[in-house]
């Protein structure tokens, strides 16, 4: 990545590349004084229907949170299926994932991650403001999306609305499946 900060959202079979994106940052960090890194922050955004869809992806994300230590990257999880059944159960979870999160010093209920765990769509719009607001002397944030064409759209019209109403161009980049 030859951004100093760059977003990945991903979702169903699109986080598969973002995988070995993520085991060769692990590789980097752990080669700390041999190879220097480009990227100052990377934001990790994955979309995914169930927890059961992203067990898989989970042994990969706790590698990176245990060798980042200087928080280089940073992880959301978005749960979607709950969302759609906005019921008494699912606002439980919520509320117990929030309460979790308070008490663990950060970690997720269902995961044991420090990666939040959201339910419901990202509102991608507002996160890329968040990253701006955080980074104001970054001129340029390459945003990759990789997965449905519903995604990648929304992707797009969330970088065309950041890079209007911030001092950075958001560059979008994506692969549909």
Known sequence: MTNPVSVLVGAGIGVTPYASILKDFVHMAQM?????????????????????????????????????????????IFITQFFQNFDLR?????????????LSGGRSLFTGL?????????????????????????????????GPPGLTKSVEVATKDASNTTKALFEHHFENF
Do not use: N
């Not at 190879?35 to 979309?47: D, P, R, S």
């Not at 420090?114 to 002397?137: C, E, I, Y």
């Open 32 to 76: 700390r004084s041999t190879y220097k890194m480009k990227c100052q922050k990377l934001y990790f955004i994955w979309v995914t229907g169930s927890q059961r869809h992203f067990e898989w992806l989970l042994d990969i994300i706790r590698e990176v949170e245990e060798v980042d230590q200087k928080g280089i990257v940073s992880i959301d």
């Open 90 to 102: 699912t606002c439980m979870l919520y509320i117990c994932e929030e309460h979790f999160q308070k």
């Open 114 to 146: 420090k990666a939040t765990t959201h339910f419901g769509r990202p509102q991608l719009s507002s996160m890329f403001q968040a990253v701006h607001k955080t980074h104001p002397m970054v001129r340029k944030v390459g945003v990759f999306s990789c």
